[in-house]
């Protein structure tokens, strides 16, 4: 052997076993993590660049966005703080039944997003549930099962077509007076993405953001892998039900184990049914994968309402939505295009038939 | 190939080798659970619950009052907080890499931190 090929030899040998040993000799980049308390939840942001200082600030503006979104859609804005007269939804539901109110931008996309929802699936997603939200205690009071004479009166208070817009004016007018909007099913869905944006235009491509439970992920890991992420279990939160593989996408579980209290055993969870004005009962968990952090949001409550027949049938229609249903009869059902992009971990809990 | 080149070979491969397990194996070694408590955002607490041996009770001073977290070995739980609803308390203990109590009022979070990094996040 030539000594010439037998130094090629020691080098690529030398080559092969860093490799195996890991990247540890490549540059890593920095990752900067904050958290902060917004939007009733804990919301997290977790970026990926070469400059510590250009995360941090890309982040915290994230943040500011976010926070922005939180005071233009708060319901229970405080008199005397300032608050009031940023809440377009708070003036938006004082002037019910007595004049439009000219709104944000944001809010005004917000809610004509929601209608086009309420049209969709003839009712079935409904932002003007807030009186019968806090009749129930969901809003901010002690939660409590409402007499049937009591919802019946809230009940008439609800429907969205008496939410007049005016594109030209940006305005908002809820016609009858105790008329009452609540954002909550799509807000920190539309603020996520809001703040996605933010971070994609100051140069961000790898992000992770956690608002409480929704995830919305910029690109691809800064390994070039897909992000991995778990489906909560409904019923035992150290398990999961399957393990997402996402790539520019946001993911949104709605489920009865999020804000619910119990009396008599029975469980009374915050998801009530535009219909009814009770708790939806169709439905353990859904999760919603789709691009639009918002939409995903806006539909995780829809499917929920809908259950997982009827919501399959409307998830197939849309474009580039996929869904993962943890139905009532512990039966876990996926979307056609949905098996490429979750594993779903096998269970003595739940029963799973890929093919439907 | 001469006989030396052999030995060569394969003395490179085998140290090689050698370094590769030395280095998962620091890697994979203290399969400890790490808690740590957030108060509005900040790290208050870092506490090894493997290495925890009698149960203690922690006060923290959160956005509201004062928080009381229960610390057991390998697990730890909230016992008392100044929120309306008690979601963090009704959480119960939690113990697995990834589990998180979250206090919203008091501002408070619990997280176990871990070895687990086969997932990123949790959607919920």
């Known amino acids: 052997m030539l000594k010439k090929h037998r130094s090629l030899f020691i080098f690529l040998s030398i080559l092969l076993i860093i490799g195996l040993e890991g990247c540890s000799f490549v540059a890593t980049p920095v990752e900067y993590t904050s958290e902060q308390f917004l939007m009733d939840t804990i919301v997290s942001i977790k970026a990926y660049g070469n400059d510590e200082e250009e995360v941090k600030k890309a982040v915290l503006s994230a943040f500011a966005e976010m926070k922005r979104i939180e005071r233009l859609t708060d319901r229970f804005a405080q008199e005397g703080t300032g608050e009031v007269e940023f809440s377009d ?14 709104v944000s931008e944001d809010v005004y996309e917000m809610i004509e997003v929601a209608k086009s929802y309420y049209e969709l699936t003839d009712g079935l997603f409904d932002i003007t549930i807030g009186p019968v ?14 007499l049937d004479a009591e919802l019946q009166e809230k009940m008439i208070l609800v429907n969205s077509n008496k939410i007049i817009l005016n594109e030209s004016e940006k305005t908002v007018f809820l016609q009858e007076d105790g008329m009452k909007i609540d954002l909550g099913a799509i807000a920190k869905g539309y603020a996520t993405e809001k703040a996605a944006s933010v971070l994609v235009e100051t140069g961000i491509e790898h992000a992770i953001i956690n608002a409480g439970g929704n995830i919305d992920v910029i690109g691809k890991k800064y390994d070039g892998q897909a992000w991995r992420i778990g489906i909560q279990d409904p019923r035992n939160s150290k398990n999961l039900v399957g393990v997402l593989s996402l790539i520019d996408e946001a993911a949104v579980t709605s489920g009865d184990y999020q804000r619910y209290f119990e009396e008599n055993g029975i469980r009374y969870h915050h998801i009530l049914s535009p219909k009814t004005g009770k708790p939806s009962r169709n439905t353990m968990s859904i999760t919603v994968i789709t691009k639009n952090s918002a939409k995903a949001d806006v539909l995780s409550t829809v499917l929920f309402v ?15 939505v996929e869904a993962c249903f943890v139905g009532a009869d512990n039966k876990i059902v996926t979307s056609s295009g949905m098996s490429n992009k979750v594993e779903i971990q096998p269970s003595k809990e739940y029963t799973y038939d890929k093919n439907g | ?26 890697h994979s070694q203290g399969q400890s659970v790490v808690a740590i408590i957030q108060v509005k955002g900040d790290i208050v607490e870092t506490i090894d619950l493997s290495k925890v041996e009698k149960a203690k009770d922690l006060h923290i001073q959160g956005a509201q009052g004062l928080s009381i977290i229960e610390v057991e070995n390998s697990r730890i739980r909230m016992v008392e907080s100044p929120c309306p609803d008690r979601v963090c308390i009704n959480r119960g203990w939690i113990e697995r890499s990834g589990e998180a109590i979250v206090c919203v009022p008091n501002e408070i979070v619990i997280k176990i931190k871990g070895n687990d990094e086969s997932i990123d996040d949790i959607t919920q």
């Open chain 1, 89 to 102: 939804v708070y003036r938006i539901n004082q002037a019910a039944g007595k004049q439009p109110v000219k």
């Open chain 1, 133 to 146: 939200m806090d009749l129930w205690g969901f809003g901010n009071e002690e939660k409590h099962i409402p």
């Open chain 1, 306 to 320: 809908m259950g997982s027949q009827k919501g399959l049938e409307l998830v197939e229609q849309l474009e580039g």
């Open chain 2, 1 to 26: 190939m001469t006989k030396m080149d052999k030995i060569l070979m394969l003395g490179v491969l085998l140290s090689g080798l050698i370094a590769l397990f030395l280095v998962k194996g620091f």
